[in-house]
């Protein structure tokens, strides 16, 4: 098989749940740990990082990446989902998994998935952990799919766990409470292996607590000890914003930039300041002028991309990947911050998402333009506007998600702003990201 065939077996033969959400859902480690196996246990043959969280685990995995690149390591990086091609879920030192590697190493191991039936995020964190080993990483950073307990990145020992922030989402099938969603969270929290959380929340702070001490593993709550100051309001066309930072009320780092700009991002820098701290524990050598200049360059050195990103200016465009109630009530916090005469909003949302109250939090005065993303989990846009309406959003269908775009900058003018959003899916389908 060529590339697109390649792409197209994985999507056909294996549950995506990218794709389809929770039929494609497949908790459970007994296939990976058998993929593993089958393939020479490559998950033992590298050091790691396990990010888990409801938002900021794609941010911290980012930024965490950038600065060990920064410091000289050869770094893997495994996210998802993807935004526009399969092969950005895994990278090593910002650079995307080849071509040539996913079709030869499906080929070598296809009579494998015949008779195990993996999900297909089963086979992606195969497929990365064997891409990770051969190319001998000095460390790699693993974002958790979904939950954590159950996922098939949780095979990993990892040199230190991160838990970013418990929100709602995907509450069909992590629980419908902050308390039971944090429990599959801390799933990835090991023996003995320091765990840090990034924001103290008292709703399900004890979780945590209780699990580090069943697992014997040395607890940090990164927010108690690195406190982070934002310099100035960034202007709103800045791609980065400076930052101080403390750490037990001393300056520990002054005028940093961060080169990534959502309000978001000071909640997350605090758990990966005690990351690197941890690591140097561990013999890293990380220098401030790595850290700095891994802050300030994430997007170039990881090729990171949809968070708070400015597409244009004059009128600006601005897209964001926040897509639950606790990373959108963020996002239009900083939107409302926006000077602009008219706010044009392209919205595409996902079906299996609790809609009403993502809606609720978006402003009124907005002029919508309902899209839906070309996806089978993508809600319609025809049911997403009836939807809008009784929340009082009121604008225009246009189906797919490069017609309204294209509508909404038409329509803009030089002093109003355009925002994209809702849903990764449609982030990931604007053109010129």
């Not at 740990?33 to 685990?57: C, I, M, Q, W, Y």
């Not at 309000?263 to 701290?277: E, I, W």
């Not at 926040?322 to 959108?328: F, S, T, V, Y």
Request: aromatic share 8%; proline share 6%; glycine share 8%.
């Amino acid at each position: 098989m060529n590339y697109a065939e390649t792409l197209e077996y994985l999507y056909s033969q294996l549950p995506i749940f990218q794709r389809v959400g929770a039929a494609g859902y497949k908790p459970g480690l007994e296939t990976t740990e058998k993929l593993a196996e089958a393939t020479g246990h490559p998950d033992r043959k590298f050091p790691s990082v396990h990010v888990a969280g409801t938002n900021g685990k794609g941010s911290s995995s980012n930024l965490l990446a950038a600065v060990l690149q920064a410091a000289g390591y050869k770094v893997g990086l495994y996210t998802s989902p993807h935004l526009r091609e399969f092969t950005e879920r895994i990278k090593v030192n910002g650079q995307d998994l080849t071509p040539e590697y996913l079709v030869a190493w499906v080929a070598q191991w296809r009579p494998m998935f015949e008779q195990l039936q993996p999900s297909f995020f089963e086979m992606c964190v195969a497929l990365a952990f064997s891409y990770f080993a051969e190319q001998q990483v000095d460390v790699a950073v693993v974002e958790v799919g979904l939950g954590g307990r159950l996922d098939s990145t949780n095979i990993i020992t990892p040199l230190v766990s991160l838990i970013t922030n418990i929100s709602f989402d995907h509450q069909n099938l992590l629980g419908n409470t902050l308390p039971l969603i944090a429990a599959e969270k801390a799933g990835i929290i090991k023996p003995s292996i320091p765990a840090i959380i990034s924001q103290t929340q008292p709703e399900v702070q004890a979780v945590f607590e209780q699990k580090a001490a069943t697992e014997h593993a040395p607890l940090l709550f990164a927010d108690q000890h690195y406190t982070t100051t934002l310099e100035a309001q960034p202007a709103p066309d800045q791609e980065f914003q400076v930052l101080s930072v403390s750490y037990d009320g001393q300056p520990l780092l002054q005028h940093l930039e961060l080169g990534l700009v959502g309000d978001y991002q000071q909640l997350n820098l605090p758990g990966v300041l005690a990351v690197l701290d941890e690591l140097r524990r561990q013999g890293f050598v990380v220098p401030e002028a790595a850290v700095r200049e891994g802050l300030r360059n994430v997007r170039q050195l990881t090729g990171f991309r949809g968070r708070w990103t400015i597409l244009g200016r004059r009128p600006l465009v601005v897209c964001d990947t926040g897509h639950n109630e606790a990373g959108l009530r963020l996002v239009i916090a900083q939107l409302a911050r926006l000077p602009r005469r008219q706010l044009h909003f392209v919205l595409g949302v996902v079906n299996d998402k609790d809609v009403s109250k993502m809606l609720e939090l978006l402003p009124t005065d907005a002029t919508y333009y309902f899209c839906q993303a070309a996806i089978p989990r993508a809600m319609a846009a025809t049911e997403l506007a009836t939807l809008a309406a009784a929340a009082g959003l009121h604008g225009e269908v246009y189906g797919p998600v490069a017609a309204a775009v294209a509508a909404a900058r038409a329509a803009a003018s030089p002093e109003d702003v355009v925002f994209i959003g809702g849903s990764t899916f449609v982030v990931a389908e604007i053109e010129g990201l």
